[in-house]
């Protein structure tokens, strides 16, 4: 599995300048691969990049907080104040719910956090907004920042279903094929097919490594 960080923004008291609602089709700035960089940027990681981001991790500059989650728990739907499952983070390293919100009249959403939002407000642990909103920002300035990592999930199978139509069905055997969906990227592993987040993703159970390599998340 690799991880690849695709969004950047520095110490600053305005959130990332981002309006894509974490689609992956907004870029800016100069790309730097360092995580702890005073530079604030986007490069694209939507499907016309090659990249299929299927889970994202969310880490603040000083890697002391960090959130993981599918790209369905955040994208492809309006939700406000509602509970969005999280896969891990820094303050609970288990799955979990979390309410954020991504309404379609506010730039600055999807807010992503720690915590629940209204919670999280209060004790700096938003960790994901856009719009360069000025508000709620004080990891920013505290942690060095806040990144966005995507990651390409080995033995993961893809909807690619052109009206985005919900099936739901299931993998088969050893995740060699889903119905209405492609192929996986790679299945020679002998796993079983686990659900994370939508009846399309279907991902290889196993541990998933700190991408800093500092232990397992």
């Not at 907004?129 to 920042?145: C, F, I, T």
Request: with cysteine; glycine share 10%; hydrophobic share 30%.
């Amino acid at each position: 599995d690799v991880w690849k960080l695709v969004r950047r923004q520095g110490p600053a008291d305005i959130w990332h300048a981002a309006t894509d609602k974490l689609m992956g089709t907004d870029e800016y700035g100069t790309y730097s691969p360092s995580d702890s960089s005073g530079d604030s940027f986007s490069i694209k990681f939507d499907a016309s990049s090659g990249m299929r981001c299927d889970q994202f991790l969310f880490m603040s500059g000083d890697r002391t907080k960090w959130l993981i989650a599918t790209n369905a728990s955040i994208t492809g739907m309006h939700y406000e104040n509602t509970p969005r499952l999280v896969e891990r983070s820094s303050v609970n390293k288990f799955p979990h719910m979390v309410r954020w919100h991504n309404r379609p009249d506010s730039p600055e959403d999807p807010w992503v956090s720690l915590t629940d939002h209204d919670v999280a407000v209060q004790n700096g642990d938003v960790i994901y907004g856009e719009a360069a909103w000025p508000a709620h920002a004080q990891l920013l300035q505290d942690h060095n920042g806040a990144n966005v990592f995507c990651r390409i999930m080995e033995g993961t199978c893809h909807n690619d279903r052109k009206d985005g139509a919900e099936t739901g069905r299931d993998c088969g055997g050893e995740c060699e094929a889903c119905n209405g969906c492609n192929k996986v990227i790679h299945h020679n592993k002998k796993l079983a097919c686990t659900t994370s987040g939508d009846p399309h993703v279907r991902t290889f159970a196993g541990p998933n490594s700190h991408p800093m390599g500092q232990g397992e998340f």
